[in-house]
């Protein structure tokens, strides 16, 4: 037997969940060898919220709490999230470090974002190995509409060149280490872009790989070391 339905409530300390049909309610509990996806993926019961849309199968129909043995979830989109992904995996010039798990980050993450975090797929922007007029542009570009949106998650996965006493410089895909402050986009202006986004609630994750743009100079070891020399350039925390 098979049923459709919306998550109502859900138990997890005894794996149970109340179902929504189109007229009424339905409690199931779980099977012991129950099988439980969400967008595609296989997942763990306790990954389930309330609002999921949802199947399950169960063998027995006339039980008031059957025991379903396997479950298979969708999180319906929420139009209040979006999502910026700028992701530097290749670049032009051989003396960058190729950044292969940028572009492996991204798709997953892609992947998650819409399956996980119920943001809608066109509601996320993602700017593969672009280059540097690509990066000023195009985040300007989707910010505005972002700003619709009750919460925007911005994600940079890129190198960064940094020396240890300039702010660092994110690194796209025409990038010359030999002109590193004209070809690099300063993380600085970056972060003032997402600052700009009337979003109520915006967040920020940062998977910098440094680099150093000269044979003597010692960058910052860290993401967190990059922001710490962004942050005394900018007109507020």
Do not use: H, M
């Given at each position: 037997?098979?049923?459709?339905?919306?998550?109502?409530?859900?138990?997890?300390?005894?794996?149970?969940?109340?179902?929504?049909?189109?007229?009424?309610?339905?409690?199931?509990?779980?099977?012991?060898?129950?099988?439980?996806?969400?967008?595609?993926?296989?997942?763990?019961?306790?990954?389930?919220?309330?609002?999921?849309?949802?199947?399950?199968?169960?063998?027995?129909?006339?039980?008031?709490?059957p025991?379903?043995?396997?479950?298979?979830?969708q999180?319906?989109?929420?139009?209040?999230?979006?999502?910026?992904?700028?992701?530097?995996a290749?670049?032009?010039?051989?003396?960058?470090?190729?950044?292969?798990?940028?572009?492996?980050?991204?798709?997953?993450?892609?992947?998650?974002?819409?399956?996980?975090?119920?943001?809608?797929?066109?509601?996320?922007?993602?700017?593969?190995?672009?280059?540097?007029?690509?990066?000023?542009?195009?985040?300007?570009?989707?910010?505005?509409k972002?700003?619709?949106?009750?919460?925007l998650?911005?994600?940079?996965?890129?190198?960064?060149?940094?020396?240890?006493?300039?702010?660092?410089?994110?690194?796209?895909?025409?990038?010359?280490?030999?002109?590193?402050?004209?070809?690099?986009?300063?993380?600085?202006?970056?972060?003032?872009?997402?600052?700009?986004?009337p979003?109520?609630?915006?967040?920020?994750?940062?998977?910098?790989?440094?680099?150093?743009?000269?044979?003597?100079?010692?960058?910052?070891?860290?993401?967190?070391?990059?922001?710490?020399?962004?942050?005394?350039?900018?007109?507020?925390?």
């Amino acid at each position: 037997f098979a049923e459709e339905g919306t998550i109502q409530a859900i138990r997890y300390d005894v794996r149970s969940l109340t179902v929504a049909r189109a007229a009424s309610e339905r409690t199931f509990v779980l099977a012991p060898n129950c099988s439980v996806t969400l967008g595609g993926a296989t997942v763990a019961f306790d990954d389930l919220r309330r609002g999921d849309t949802l199947g399950v199968t169960f063998d027995d129909a006339s039980s008031v709490s059957p025991a379903v043995t396997s479950i298979t979830a969708q999180r319906p989109p929420d139009p209040k999230k979006w999502a910026v992904l700028i992701a530097g995996a290749v670049f032009d010039d051989s003396t960058v470090p190729a950044f292969p798990a940028a572009a492996a980050e991204a798709a997953r993450l892609q992947q998650v974002l819409t399956s996980r975090y119920a943001v809608p797929t066109e509601q996320v922007v993602v700017l593969s190995d672009p280059s540097r007029v690509r990066l000023e542009q195009g985040l300007p570009d989707a910010l505005p509409k972002a700003g619709q949106g009750s919460q925007l998650l911005v994600v940079i996965a890129c190198p960064a060149a940094a020396d240890g006493k300039s702010p660092p410089v994110i690194i796209p895909k025409d990038f010359s280490r030999l002109r590193a402050a004209e070809t690099g986009v300063p993380l600085a202006a970056v972060l003032a872009e997402v600052e700009k986004c009337p979003s109520p609630q915006k967040i920020v994750f940062l998977d910098l790989a440094p680099i150093v743009t000269t044979a003597d100079a010692a960058g910052p070891s860290s993401a967190a070391a990059q922001v710490d020399l962004v942050r005394g350039t900018r007109s507020r925390p």
